[in-house]
């Protein structure tokens, strides 16, 4: 951040997770977050369509696709989350 300006950089630096002897960088988080709802959106639909082939699993079936509709409001909410970042702004020593 230079003169007060914010960076694009800054607002989604990278995550580093450190496992063992091993480190696990994750670039660009707003956006494998959103892969990752993605991935489970379809998981939920495809178990749920599965389940609809037996009647007696019709009710787990229906919660899957509730769960998955539900994850597709999640989706625009990452997208905007990205996009808006509220970062606190350092005291000015102006008023000294």
Known sequence: MADGIM??????RPLTLKLGNEELVIRRRYEVLSIANDFFIAIWFLIGSLLF?????EKTAAWL????????LVRPTIRLVSHIHIKRIPASHWDS
């Open 53 to 57: 082939l037996f009647p007696a699993y």
């Open 7 to 12: 960076d694009e950089r800054d607002t989604d």
């Open 65 to 72: 696709f509730v769960v998955g509709s539900f994850q597709f």
